[in-house]
């Protein structure tokens, strides 16, 4: 596995990690279209049971790191650990909210 399969693998555990079985992880945008820039940010949505402050913030570290070793950009909604995010297209009418 390699490039943005292997980045996706690495997310999912991440996902099993932190949120274990009830938990489940999707990602969306460009990658997810497949539409992406070799080095394109991997958006990801992490859904589960509630976690505490120091555990968000560990996840949001984990998906830093995660961007970090598969040299790909980080969006500055997920710079800081502990920050919530949410986000609406309204034109296709769906939205996605981002917990790290």
């Given at each position: ?93 769906s939205w996605v909210a981002l917990i790290?």
């Amino acid at each position: 596995m390699t490039g943005i399969a292997q980045a996706l693998a690495d997310a999912g555990r991440l996902r099993a990690e932190f949120l274990g079985p009830r938990g489940y992880a999707i990602a969306y945008g460009s990658h997810a279209a497949g539409s992406a820039a070799h080095d394109a940010d991997l958006d990801l949505l992490f859904v589960g049971p509630p976690l505490s402050e120091s555990v968000r913030a560990r996840l949001a570290d984990a998906v830093i790191a995660l961007h970090a070793t598969h040299l790909l950009r980080l969006d500055t909604e997920v710079q800081g650990s502990g920050t919530f995010a949410l986000w609406c297209d309204r034109g296709r009418a769906s939205w996605v909210a981002l917990i790290a």
